[in-house]
């Protein structure tokens, strides 16, 4: 898996994440902020389409965390889009 995750807002941050580099430290998002992480899976060397993808968001402070489902294309590509990312809303389903 290869990645990119953008955060937006006052602190703008950008990532690139593969299988063996992970972020270095956690990203902190605002109550205005939205994160946007791209994806594209592979098996080898061949782009797949997995047959289950989810980003896990864990709040550092209530130590609860939710994850939320990525949707993924055949060509291995997927998108999640986050908006307004507070603890009360991200566990409102909990």
């Not at 902190?28 to 289950?52: C, F, M, N, V, W």
């Not at 949707?71 to 909990?94: A, D, I, P, W």
């Amino acid at each position: 898996m290869t990645g990119t995750i953008a955060g937006t807002g006052a602190d703008v941050q950008s990532h690139r994440i593969t299988e063996s580099k992970a972020i270095s430290r956690p990203i902190e998002l605002g109550a205005t902020d939205s994160l946007k992480i791209l994806l594209t899976t592979k098996e080898g060397s061949e782009a797949k389409r997995p047959h289950q993808a989810f980003l896990l968001v864990k709040d550092s402070k209530s130590n609860l965390d939710t994850s939320f489902a990525f949707q993924v294309k055949e060509n291995g590509k997927g998108k999640l889009e986050l908006v307004r990312l507070t603890s009360r809303n991200l566990f409102l389903h909990c």
